[in-house]
């Protein structure tokens, strides 16, 4: 039996412990709050998902990703053996965030002896998100087919036996569709939130030494990439809205080569319907036709009268790694097997292969902008280019990027009548949901000399991947003038942005946005600033009563 004094102990641990689950989720809901204020969606919706999403966060934040341990963890914050089967890292980048544990350099993300980090560009996708309109609509209308045989008095059996009684994840999509979600351990906010945090542990060093003003974030002109790009803000910069700008990049096909999304503005890649950015679609069409007719069937012997159509199942399928990053999972992922799962991720590799990766004739000249900016200002170095560079986008236009770098090429093209198992190329470790990749220039001491020499060390969700012919450097870096050389043959090979996609002799061939302000901020744009923070304090004292 317990005595008065355990007793009270006891309730006094307890207490704490609710008072400070309590004030994480007013915190994180401030947050939401704060950066959202008009969002469609209403503050005790976020609540109810930061609450739920809670228990998710705590594990994540004490995770050993935070100090750079090399403990292969995923989204959810769990330890993952990288030999175990997690279906997360085979939903071909509809799914939540996973670190990319295939092809990395052993010792983790930790910066090696001798060296330190002194500047940082990042491409970010968003974070995760409602379907698409078009992949949403497909989902939709394959319910009402199956509704409509419902009518008739039959019930589902077998694998299918769950939607009798399921609901599907959202019941607004023309307000959802596209959008970040905001419930659950994956939520996209929280993801966006956390991975700000997390950068900041292992970066803010560079931030706190950068005395040149606000920091300037990028972000293409999409409500879910600008939106992410808030929310990483938020946990990297805080809320104080003089430590960092947020720069929207339009998408506009009319900006040339100066762009975040040169796909909107490669003309000849958006017209070729052969090599173009349909030839993607072709390929995935060709793959996929090997495995699905075969789910179909499977289904239909305890379905009768339900034909699927190939679409059908792979909307099936999509709809797992969807729901998933709205509730925290779905009974979608227990309809198929682990080798329709794997057939799954190829069919998605596949896709972004040959849209805008290494697959497609034009992804190399469209991917090189970015990266032949990022280089001239690694080049420059952090003294008069400043040291964080955060750039947020889609995995569209990623993926150009990194076939442009020649990081993940593969010495065949993907073949569309098989799996290739050895293959580089897999989407949901490059491309996940809130997928990143981060080039790190580190001043590395040479011995008896106050000297240091640079290179250049490349992090794709938080693995450290070399690159090829060009990784004697330490941690399997590449030193600063082999990277430049490299970044200038891959654009020989690219060839001329404006030759490549048929556009006017005058149009943009280069970025020009993509620098930091080197000056103090203007005593006029501070006074601006704090108004709105001011109207956003009534704003927040009308909602609460106060």
Known sequence: MLSPRRVKYLLLNMTLLLFTASAMICLLASIVFLLNPQASYSLPNSLQGLQAALPSYLQIHHGGWWSGEP????????????????????????????????????????????CEVDMVHMMSRHGER????????????????ISEVKSTGKELKGALEFLNDWEYFTNSPGEHFEQLTTTGPYAGVLEAFTTGVKLHTRYGHLWNETLHGRTTVWASECDRVIDTARYFSAGFFGLDPKASKLEIVSEAANKGGDTLTPGD??????????E??????????KYRATYLSDISKRLANDNEGFDFTDSE??????????????RGSSKWCDVFTKEEWLSFEYARDVIHYYRAGPGNKYAKSMGWLWLNATANLIAEGPDTAGSLYFSFVHDGDIVPMLAALGLFEDAEQLPVDRIAKDRKWKTSQITPMGGRIIFERMNCAVKGSGEGDIYIRLNVNDGIVALEGCNDGPGKSCPLNSFLKHVK??????????KTCGL???????????????GKIEEVEVVAVEAVKEKEKEKKKRFWGM
Request: net charge negative; hydrophobic share 30%.
């Open 71 to 114: 403990d292969y963890q995923a989204a959810s914050g769990h330890t993952v053996d990288k030999d175990e089967w997690n279906l997360l890292y085979h939903l071909g980048g509809n799914g939540p965030w996973v670190e990319k544990v295939d092809g990395v350099v052993e010792g983790g993300i930790q910066v090696p002896d001798g």
């Open 130 to 145: 409602f379907p698409t309109q078009k992949a949403g609509n497909r989902m939709i209308s394959l319910l009402e087919r």
């Open 265 to 274: 503005t490669c003309i000849k890649y958006a017209q070729d319907e052969e």
């Open 276 to 285: 173009g950015h349909d030839y993607g679609y072709e390929m995935l069409y």
């Open 313 to 326: 199942i792979y909307s099936m399928q999509e709809m797992c790694g969807f729901e998933t990053t709205v």
């Open 489 to 498: 043959t891959r654009g020989e090979i690219g060839g001329d942005f404006r």
């Open 504 to 518: 006017a002799e005058d149009a943009a061939d280069r970025l020009t946005f993509l620098r930091q302000p080197m």
